[in-house]
């Protein structure tokens, strides 16, 4: 019979996956050629505010470009992920 993965593993493995998915978003944006806009017929007008080129508003210091912040936040995802599974595999 197998135990349930430990809260602390829990909680380590719910922040390893909002890093990385935070840091693959800002990869990604950074990454946009084109302004990432949202379009739609029944929201159109309203969703036109929502759209914006890379660089119209920074999300971290002009010191660390917003491709840099993603790879060092999908790094720490995965160096999270391994912590949470020695965690779990410790506790077992």
Known sequence: MTRPAPRSATALYAIAA???A??????VRS???TP???SSRS???????????PS???VWSPAVP????????LTA???????ARLVSVWRD
């Open 18 to 20: 909002t890093c990385a």
């Open 22 to 27: 935070v840091g693959a978003l800002l990869w």
């Open 31 to 33: 990454r946009a050629s």
């Open 36 to 38: 990432i806009s949202l």
């Open 43 to 53: 929201y159109g007008s309203f969703l036109a505010a929502d759209s914006y080129t």
């Open 56 to 58: 119209a508003w920074r």
């Open 66 to 73: 917003e491709d840099r912040l993603g790879l060092y936040l």
């Open 77 to 83: 995802g995965l160096l999270l992920a391994v912590a």
